[in-house]
């Protein structure tokens, strides 16, 4: 599906754009880099697992805190690059009919919470975990840019 409004992208995704994935970066060509954006969900799950690996550090070892913190840096030279969509009042409505409607829902709070933002900004997700939102988007509102090369026309 081509979508003229916008993409989002899942974790999986960043990392992905880390390691100038081949096929990433032919879709990347395909469409505008303004119509890629970032759920809110998921700048908070990249911050919280860059945050966690640096207050891990022991106190004892003060050199081991380099790498972490240099890893912050990063995310956030990365996360920049986007502009990011906060989770609204219209996503705040979508997750509750698909609370009601998902049987499923155990550790998918976040998963639940991206597929709500895709609906109610009618964007198409892309994502590498296509079977996670199996349940929760319509075929046409999910793309795998990693595994699936870009469909010409």
């Not at 009618?122 to 699936?148: C, K, M, Y």
């Amino acid at each position: 599906m081509r979508n003229e409004r916008g993409y989002f992208w899942d974790t999986n995704i960043l990392s992905c754009l880390r390691t100038e994935d081949t096929l990433l970066m032919r879709h990347i060509d395909r469409v505008s880099w303004d119509k890629i954006f970032l759920p809110s969900v998921v700048v908070a799950e990249s911050w919280r697992g860059r945050l966690r690996q640096a207050d891990a550090v022991p106190w004892k070892k003060p050199e081991q805190a380099i790498f972490p913190h240099k890893k912050l840096q990063e995310s956030h030279e990365l996360l920049s690059q986007f502009r990011v969509v906060p989770f609204d009042g219209a996503a705040a409505e979508e997750l509750s009919l698909l609370q009601r409607r998902v049987r499923r829902q155990k550790k998918r709070h976040a998963d639940m919470m991206i597929a709500a933002m895709t609906l109610s900004n009618r964007f198409v997700l892309i994502t590498r975990n296509e079977r996670d939102f199996a349940d929760l988007l319509p075929t046409q509102h999910v793309e795998n840019w990693i595994d699936n090369p870009p469909v010409a026309g």
